[in-house]
C-alpha cells in the first residue's frame, strides 16, 4: 500500500515561472514531512522540511505547504531555473519514512 | 568530505548468484538503511540499522540480508540473486530517528539480475 502519492510523474515550466509539486498521504500519524530532490546518476539529497506542527515552512526559492486536514502537502518553487530540472521525491515519516514514486520536474529555459 | 559511499556503482548478476552491497559512511551515523528505488515505486526500505551490531527488517525485507559490524558499514547480502531484484539501490545514513532527521544518501548501486 502505498501512503504516499506522487500522482503527476512529470512536470514542465517555463524558467522563471512558478514549479508546483504535489503529495498525498493517508496515514495520520505522520508528523514529518519532508522533499528530497535527484539527479542522475546521484541519490537524493534532502530540500526542506516541515513538521505536522506548522503549515508553511519557507527557504529562499523554495516553499513546502502542509494541509493536514485534506492529508495533502506541496512543494513550490519561485522563480523555477533550469538547474531545478530533476526529480523531487517527498517522504512522510512517524517511526520510518515513506517515499512517494517521485516527480520530474523539467524547466525550459 | 565522502558522506555515503557505495560500492560498486554496477553490478550484472546471474540469477542465483549471491553478491553483497557495501555502504560506509564517515559522518559518525547512528542510523543506517537500505532502500530500493523501482519505476514508479518510490523508494522501499529494505531493512535499517539503529547502531553498530543491530539490524531490523522493514518494508521489503525478503531475499536479503544485512549486517552491522562496525558503526561505519552497513552491508547488504543477497544469497541467491532473482530478477526481481533488478533495481537501484540505495544506502542511507543519520544521526537520528528519521521522524526528525533527514537522510544522508549515496548515489547508488544499479543491479541487473538476467
Known amino acids: 500500500d502505498q501512503q504516499v502519492k506522487q500522482n503527476s510523474p512529470s512536470l514542465s515550466v517555463q524558467e522563471g515561472r512558478i514549479s508546483i509539486l504535489n503529495c498525498d498521504y493517508t496515514?495520520?500519524?505522520?508528523?514529518?514531512f519532508l522533499w528530497y530532490k535527484k539527479y542522475p546518476a546521484e541519490g537524493p539529497t534532502f530540500l526542506i522540511s516541515?513538521?505536522?506542527?506548522?503549515d508553511k515552512n519557507e527557504d529562499g526559492r523554495f516553499t513546502v505547504f502542509l494541509n493536514k486536514s485534506a492529508k495533502h502537502l506541496s512543494l513550490h518553487i519561485v522563480p523555477s531555473q533550469p538547474g531545478d530540472s530533476a526529480v523531487y521525491f517527498c517522504?512522510?515519516?512517524?517511526?520510518?519514512?515513506?517515499f512517494g514514486a517521485g516527480t520530474r520536474l523539467t524547466v525550459k529555459p | 568530505n565522502a558522506g555515503v559511499t557505495q560500492t560498486p556503482k554496477f553490478r550484472v548478476l546471474k540469477t542465483g548468484q549471491s553478491m553483497t552491497l557495501l555502504c560506509a559512511q564517515d559522518?559518525?551515523?547512528?542510523?543506517m538503511y537500505w532502500y530500493r528505488q523501482d519505476p514508479g515505486m518510490g523508494l522501499r526500505l529494505i531493512h535499517y540499522?539503529?547502531?553498530?551490531?543491530?539490524?531490523a527488517k522493514g518494508e521489503v525485507p525478503d531475499g536479503y540480508n544485512v549486517s552491522r559490524l562496525k558503526k561505519q558499514n552497513f552491508l547488504l547480502g543477497l544469497e541467491s540473486a532473482a530478477p526481481s531484484q533488478t533495481s537501484v539501490y540505495f544506502c542511507?545514513?543519520?544521526?537520528?530517528?528519521?521522524?526528525?532527521?533527514?537522510?544522508?544518501f549515496g548515489n547508488g548501486t544499479r543491479l541487473t539480475v538476467t
Open positions: 496515514n495520520s500519524m505522520f508528523d514529518y
Open positions: 517522504a512522510a515519516s512517524d517511526w520510518d519514512m515513506r
Open positions: 516541515i513538521s505536522s506542527i506548522k
Open positions: 559522518m559518525n551515523h547512528e542510523y
Open positions: 542511507a545514513s543519520t544521526y537520528g530517528w528519521s521522524s526528525n532527521s533527514p537522510l544522508h
Open positions: 540499522s539503529v547502531g553498530e551490531g543491530t539490524t
